[in-house]
């Protein structure tokens, strides 16, 4: 069992920047793939982007690519969502998780471990 707890959450009004943080409380975190999904009220989960476990390869959704960054620090068993030009339609709930294997994943359904979601707000 893995716990993820996800920080860095908050209200910002539109053209500002958020850096979301997710901190696992095992070492073994650092061989799992991690993605970022956010859940906005009356929608399905969605991707936004994946990382592999060492770092060495990237995905981010269309929607945010060139405002979005993943990052890890395996170092200290933690995954960044670094948010730019942040839009008052990427407001939601925003989630980490973690599955096994080397590839990242778009679907939901490939995750074997959840945070609690950290809401993020984007005011016009």
């Known amino acids: 069992q893995v716990r993820l707890v996800e920080s860095g959450g908050g209200l910002v009004q539109a053209g500002g920047s958020l850096n979301l943080s997710c901190a696992a409380s095992r070492r073994t975190f650092s061989t799992y793939a991690t993605g970022w999904f956010r859940q906005a009220p009356g929608k399905e989960r969605e991707f936004v982007a994946g990382?592999?476990?060492?770092?060495?390869?990237?995905d981010h959704a269309d929607s945010v690519k060139g405002r979005f960054t993943i990052s890890r620090d395996n170092t200290k068993n933690t995954v960044y969502l670094q948010m730019n030009s942040l839009k008052p339609e990427d407001t939601a709930v925003y989630y980490c998780g973690i599955k096994n294997g080397a590839l990242i994943g778009r679907r939901a359904g490939a995750y074997d471990y959840w945070g609690q979601g950290t809401q993020v707000t984007v005011s016009s």
């Open positions: 990382i592999s476990w060492n770092g060495a390869n990237t």
